[in-house]
Each structure stands twice: as C-alpha cells, then as structure tokens.
C-alpha cells in the first residue's frame, strides 16, 4: 500500500512498525521521510528531509565506525575506512531502506511519484540518512546507534569479517542460471534531464518477461539498480 494521502494519526506507528523505532517527536518523523518535491508542492508543511541527511550522513559514519572499531581490533586504518564505506556507500543504504520496506511511506512529489521515486537508490538513501538524523535527535546516540545495527544485520556482519557485497547485477545472473533461464538483458526505456544531468530508466528482461525497473545517473547505475529491484521483488517473479 502506497500512502500517497498519508493519515498523520496512523503515521507513527506505522513507521515504526517498518524501522523499530517509535519517534516522540511526530512532526520530526514526518520531516525525515518527506522529499524536497513534495515540500515544494505543499509550501505550508513542515520541510523536507535533507538538512536531516546532513546530520544522519555524520551519525552513520560515526555509528559504524564504532562497530569495526570494537569488532575489529587488529584491523589497520585503511580496512577500517573501505569496510565502513561498504556500509555506508548509496547502494547498501538504499538495501536497507528496501529491506524495511521504506519506499510506500516517503512522502514525494507528483513529478517523483510518476518518475518511480519510492524506488530510487539516491531517494532511498537519502531517507535512510534523514531517519537515522531524527532518531538521534529524537532519542539521542544510543537509540540511533542500537537501531541501525538491528538494520544492518547480517550485511554489517559480512562487511565486518571482509566478505565485499556483491555486484547485484553478478547475483541476480547466478539466480536466473540456476534456475535454467539464461542470461538477463537491460533495456534503456527512457532519460530525463538536460545533458549534463541526466537520469536514465532501464529495464531488465528474463524469459519470463520484464521484472524490474531501474534509475541512475550512468546506464551502469541504472541497471545496477533495476538487478537491486528485480532481487528486491525476487518473490514475484520466481513464480511466473
């Protein structure tokens, strides 16, 4: 369910229920999951989320470099910094937020809603950071802190023994190989923005048809992204 009408009376526990985490402050909650678009379309409301990634790109940095830290005593500095950038990297941070299923309560714009926002990487990631921000100025450090190491779960655990995530691209192919489907081919359905700034949409096709959509920058973030979709949504078409 997509809540485009959002009821502010069910919000709070309904996010809640996706991050483990109920805010006091319900107007700080809302802020952090509201994109610059849909601010922009409604001038009245509180504001929009990126002064909270801000804060929540430092918290999450600080947060995950106090795990290696503890967990990797013998660890020199430059493993250290590459496997909490692993961590902290767009990518990981938009896994997460599909993991918590974050992308049907964002609240977005008409121009993002139509452009399959709730399924961007950068959107994603960005709400990530925002929601990581509002905890800790909601509940301070240790709630932040406790909550997103209930996030991360068995990804944190892999990066923190040195095991790299891998390309979602290389694992969604293994999945389809297995299962006796070929190869997956990617499409470019369509681009937005002025040259310097585009925004390509890819598809990715498999026997049984399309699966998934993607967005980035570059055709390889596009398609990178629609292979983190497809594995995302791996329930549905696994039964076609």
Same mark, same amino acid.
């Given at each position: 369910?997509?809540?485009?009408?959002?009821?502010? %009376?069910?919000?709070? $526990?309904? +996010?809640?229920?996706?991050?483990?985490? &109920?805010? =006091?402050? /319900?107007? !700080?909650?809302?802020?952090?999951?509201?994109?610059?678009?849909?601010?922009?379309?409604?001038?009245?409301?509180?504001?929009? %989320?990126?002064?909270? $990634?801000? +804060?929540?790109?430092?918290?999450?940095? &600080?947060? =995950?470099? /106090?795990? !290696?830290?503890?967990?990797?005593?013998?660890?020199?500095?430059?493993?250290?910094?590459?496997?909490?950038?692993?961590?902290? %990297?767009?990518?990981?941070?938009?896994?997460?937020?599909?993991?918590?299923? &974050?992308?049907?309560?964002?609240? !977005?714009?008409?121009?993002?809603?139509?452009?399959?926002?709730?399924?961007?990487?950068?959107?994603?990631?960005?709400?990530?950071?925002?929601?990581?921000?509002?905890?800790?100025?909601?509940?301070?450090?240790?709630?932040?802190?406790?909550?997103?190491?209930?996030?991360?779960?068995?990804?944190?655990?892999?990066?923190?023994?040195?095991?790299?995530?891998?390309?979602?691209?290389?694992?969604?192919?293994?999945?389809?190989?297995?299962?006796?489907?070929?190869?997956?081919?990617?499409?470019?359905?369509?681009?937005?923005?002025?040259?310097?700034?585009?925004?390509?949409?890819?598809?990715?096709?498999?026997?049984?048809?399309?699966?998934?959509?993607?967005?980035?920058?570059?055709?390889?973030?596009?398609?990178?992204?629609?292979?983190?979709?497809?594995?995302?949504?791996?329930?549905?078409?696994?039964?076609?």
């Amino acid at each position: 369910m997509i809540l485009i009408n959002m009821d502010k %009376n069910k919000f709070p $526990e309904d +996010l809640a229920a996706r991050i483990g985490y &109920l805010f =006091v402050n /319900e107007d !700080l909650a809302m802020e952090s999951v509201t994109h610059r678009s849909y601010q922009n379309e409604h001038p009245d409301d509180r504001g929009h %989320n990126e002064r909270l $990634e801000f +804060l929540g790109d430092a918290v999450l940095d &600080l947060i =995950v470099a /106090e795990a !290696l830290m503890e967990r990797l005593e013998d660890a020199p500095e430059g493993q250290l910094t590459k496997r909490r950038a692993a961590l902290v %990297n767009e990518e990981s941070l938009a896994r997460v937020a599909r993991q918590l299923d &974050l992308g049907p309560i964002l609240r !977005l714009g008409r121009g993002e809603e139509q452009n399959n926002g709730r399924q961007k990487t950068s959107i994603l990631a960005d709400a990530i950071e925002a929601i990581v921000a509002a905890i800790y100025l909601d509940g301070g450090y240790d709630a932040a802190r406790d909550t997103v190491m209930i996030w991360y779960g068995a990804l944190f655990g892999d990066i923190a023994k040195g095991e790299s995530p891998q390309d979602p691209k290389t694992v969604l192919q293994e999945k389809l190989q297995a299962r006796g489907d070929g190869m997956p081919s990617y499409n470019v359905v369509g681009s937005t923005g002025p040259d310097h700034d585009k925004m390509f949409e890819v598809e990715v096709i498999v026997a049984q048809g399309r699966i998934a959509r993607g967005t980035g920058k570059s055709k390889k973030e596009a398609e990178k992204d629609a292979a983190v979709n497809a594995l995302a949504t791996e329930r549905n078409w696994l039964q076609k």
